[in-house]
């Protein structure tokens, strides 16, 4: 027999923060923030360390780590900072004004002093050191995890250059340490005011396959560079091309209804509607699911899906995966109906 749930918006937005959050097993570090700095304009970087100033978990160049955020949401960071670094972790967030407030409750809310639930670091994203040189683009805050990787590069004595995009100096974050001596001589960095006819060609830098010159390509930033990224390196080997999505531009849409989800294994079943994901009102009655970055990037909550159409707003699922699995952090329905293995 399934259980009916039907609730208002508010009741659900109670309930989520009145529950323990499932995922706190893998949260398993309280750290303090030992220091928060502006880094470019509504860009800010935290360094994480421990209380007593003692070594976190290692990481490599690509990392991120994920935070429970003081609104409460769980949110993915990129690791910055130099991976041979033992007593700290830095992140840099990024204002956003539109988002689901993780970042705005960051920015406002976190200050040096404060202590944060943090977990391990993971990476999905990990720099190939057989390569013979490497291509690093980014766009924007994308350029957090490719600052780590300019930094291990250098320690490996590997020949790289990194284009950094960005509107404006204002909005560059790192700009003073990315023109250091240390990296100057492999940063081409670039700002288009705003306006696409000023926009770097990287054409003459992807034009040439990976295939022929031993090169790994690693891109981060906004959808639009993704995507201009990846239809210009098509004629590459896929395992020479890495790509890493920050974050899913998936909040309420006008065109967002509600849905109802069945949870075959709890034999439950709930209304999501909009401004929820099925993650969050799966939580709300006690169905817990795996997740880390809660923002369709990581693939921790990859669900089984049995029955119905799914509105995919994910970064991880292939093409050919669609038809059968669902990240419900991000992704909605396209029918009335869902069912999950869950």
Same mark, same amino acid.
């Given at each position: 027999?399934?259980?009916?749930?039907?609730?208002?918006?508010?009741?659900?937005?109670?309930? #989520?923060?009145?529950?323990?959050?499932?995922?706190?097993?893998?949260?398993?570090?309280?750290?303090? %923030?030992?220091?928060?700095?502006? %880094?470019?304009?509504?860009?800010?970087?935290?360094?994480?360390?421990?209380?007593?100033?003692?070594?976190?978990?290692?990481?490599?160049?690509?990392?991120?780590?994920?935070?429970?955020?003081?609104?409460?949401?769980?949110?993915?960071?990129?690791?910055?900072?130099?991976?041979?670094?033992?007593?700290?972790?830095?992140?840099?967030?990024?204002?956003?004004?539109?988002?689901?407030?993780?970042?705005?409750?960051?920015?406002?809310?976190?200050?040096?002093?404060?202590?944060?639930? %943090?977990?391990?670091?993971?990476?999905?994203?990990?720099?190939d050191p057989q390569a013979q040189k490497y291509v690093l683009i980014a766009g924007g805050i994308g350029i957090t995890p490719l600052l780590a990787m300019a930094k291990t590069l250098t320690h490996w004595g590997k020949p790289f250059?990194?284009?950094?995009?960005?509107?404006?100096?204002?909005?560059?974050?790192? #700009?003073?340490? #990315?023109?250091?001596?240390?990296?100057?001589?492999?940063?081409?960095?670039?700002?288009?005011?705003?306006?696409?006819?000023?926009?770097?060609?990287?054409?003459p830098v992807l034009e040439k396959s990976g295939s022929l010159t031993g090169l790994q390509l690693y891109c981060c930033g906004p959808a639009g560079l993704m995507s201009a990224v990846k239809d210009m390196s098509g004629h590459w080997?896929?395992?020479?091309?890495?790509?890493?999505?920050?974050?899913?531009?998936?909040?309420?849409?006008?065109?967002?209804?509600?849905?109802? %989800?069945?949870?075959?294994?709890?034999?439950?079943?709930?209304?999501?509607?909009?401004? #929820?994901?099925?993650?969050?009102?799966?939580?709300?009655?006690?169905?817990?699911?795996?997740?880390?970055?809660?923002?369709?990037?990581?693939?921790?909550?990859k669900t089984l899906l049995l029955e119905g159409t799914a509105d995919h707003r994910d970064h991880v699922l292939l093409p050919e995966e669609r038809a059968q699995w669902i990240m419900p952090c991000v992704s909605r329905a396209l029918?009335?109906?869902?069912?999950?293995?869950?």
């Amino acid at each position: 027999m399934s259980i009916r749930f039907t609730s208002t918006l508010s009741h659900v937005r109670r309930a #989520l923060f009145q529950l323990h959050h499932p995922d706190h097993a893998h949260m398993n570090m309280t750290l303090k %923030v030992a220091s928060k700095a502006a %880094v470019a304009k509504d860009i800010y970087r935290f360094e994480f360390q421990h209380m007593d100033g003692g070594p976190l978990p290692a990481f490599t160049a690509g990392a991120h780590i994920p935070v429970q955020t003081p609104n409460g949401s769980m949110r993915a960071y990129s690791l910055c900072n130099d991976p041979e670094e033992t007593h700290r972790y830095q992140i840099a967030v990024k204002r956003e004004a539109g988002g689901r407030g993780g970042s705005i409750s960051m920015i406002d809310a976190l200050q040096p002093g404060d202590t944060v639930a %943090v977990g391990q670091p993971l990476n999905h994203f990990p720099l190939d050191p057989q390569a013979q040189k490497y291509v690093l683009i980014a766009g924007g805050i994308g350029i957090t995890p490719l600052l780590a990787m300019a930094k291990t590069l250098t320690h490996w004595g590997k020949p790289f250059k990194l284009y950094y995009l960005t509107r404006d100096s204002e909005s560059t974050a790192f #700009l003073g340490e #990315l023109r250091d001596e240390a990296f100057s001589q492999n940063l081409v960095c670039h700002h288009d005011g705003g306006l696409p006819d000023h926009g770097f060609d990287l054409w003459p830098v992807l034009e040439k396959s990976g295939s022929l010159t031993g090169l790994q390509l690693y891109c981060c930033g906004p959808a639009g560079l993704m995507s201009a990224v990846k239809d210009m390196s098509g004629h590459w080997p896929s395992n020479a091309v890495h790509f890493e999505f920050f974050g899913v531009q998936q909040s309420a849409q006008v065109n967002d209804t509600p849905f109802t %989800v069945n949870f075959s294994q709890s034999a439950q079943q709930v209304t999501v509607p909009p401004g #929820l994901s099925i993650l969050q009102v799966a939580r709300s009655v006690g169905i817990a699911m795996p997740a880390s970055c809660e923002s369709g990037t990581c693939g921790s909550c990859k669900t089984l899906l049995l029955e119905g159409t799914a509105d995919h707003r994910d970064h991880v699922l292939l093409p050919e995966e669609r038809a059968q699995w669902i990240m419900p952090c991000v992704s909605r329905a396209l029918s009335d109906h869902l069912k999950l293995d869950a």
